[in-house]
């Protein structure tokens, strides 16, 4: 890891850096009670340039996550509602023909933010789910052959309702593939709850939080987090962890390159924000669960009730070196 000391021409530390982290932290466990593991999972999710996948039940947090992180990150924040009859054109932008020029013009869609709320993704057709695909991997879209960057940083944060809900499609695995994380928030604690039902609105409560980091910080921080040391024994025993996937035959098929390289990067965020000089197999274990959980299909479905037992059995089946 890079000494912490100034090392930008903004004149910002690391260590001051790591204390803006803690300072979002703190924000968002203000606005999200009780639930800091997940907080901690979601900004590590976007130091590791991935993208986010919240599933649950409706009413638990989703929606309100995903605005606090917007909020708290001082980026440009967009909320596309999924729905059954959505077309791509309604995510990526439609060309318009405007009759004083006598041309098309391309008229750019909700997708055009720094974060995008993909609300209820699944319940669009895997035809708009696609739509997606193109800007989460190459931060771009293309439309009638021409091709759009995206504003930098961009953050897809998406949520999704269980399966056996009413109206719902299966993501597909390539879709699955393109976030880096998934996680769910459960219900809050008795007393949690209570404060709840007690204090302000989570809606009025958000209008008030300040931004911790701005857009600036947060590109150096995705800088800084792959100089995070990975020692030899550590990407043993990352490689231990695919290997394992892939060989055992509770899984349909393992763990792709892709997914390896995004755990090796959110286990670097976790060490970052740790203020680890290296990556530790705590960090590795930290992240795992909401890495690997929504990439490997289980033969017998029945044998995991959700992807966080299936992170937390690959973890059990693999010594640390």
């Given at each position: ?257 892709r997914a390896v ?22 960090d590795v274990q ?36």
């Open positions: 890891m890079s000494a912490l000391a100034d090392t930008s021409s903004t004149g910002t530390s690391e260590v001051a850096l790591r204390a803006l982290i803690e300072s979002a932290v703190a924000g968002l466990n203000e606005i999200i009670l009780g639930k800091e593991g997940q907080v901690r999972l979601g900004l590590a999710c976007l130091l590791a340039r991935g993208h986010l996948l919240i599933e649950d039940i409706p009413g638990v947090g989703k929606t309100t996550l995903a605005h606090a992180l917007a909020r708290t990150l001082g980026l440009s924040y967009q909320r596309i509602q999924f729905t059954s009859d959505m077309l791509p054109a309604d995510i990526i932008g439609v060309s318009v023909f405007e009759a004083d020029t006598g041309q098309f013009r391309f008229h750019r869609g909700p997708v055009f933010a720094q974060l995008v709320l993909a609300d209820e993704v699944n319940r669009a057709t895997p035809k708009a789910q696609s739509a997606l695909l193109e800007a989460m991997e190459e931060h771009q879209v293309t439309a009638d052959g021409q091709t759009y960057p995206l504003t930098e940083p961009f953050f897809v944060i998406a949520t999704q309702n269980p399966v056996y809900q009413v109206g719902t499609f299966p993501l597909p695995e390539s879709q699955l593939d393109r976030f880096l994380m998934r996680i769910e928030l459960g219900y809050p604690a008795a007393d949690l709850e209570r404060q709840l039902l007690l204090g302000r609105d989570r809606r009025d409560l958000l209008a008030s939080l300040p931004a911790a980091l701005t857009p600036q910080q947060l590109l150096r921080l995705q800088v800084e987090v792959p100089k995070v040391h990975a020692s030899d024994p550590l990407l043993d025993y990352v490689q231990a962890i695919a290997r394992y996937s892939r060989q055992a035959q509770e899984f349909e098929a393992g763990l792709s390159p390289i995004s755990l090796l990067r959110a286990a670097q965020a976790w060490a970052f924000m740790a203020g680890h000089e290296g990556v530790l197999p705590e930290a992240v795992l669960p909401a890495v690997v959980g929504h990439r490997l299909a289980p033969r017998d479905t029945a044998r995991f009730r959700n992807s966080g037992e299936i992170g937390l059995y690959v973890l059990g089946a693999v010594a640390v070196p």
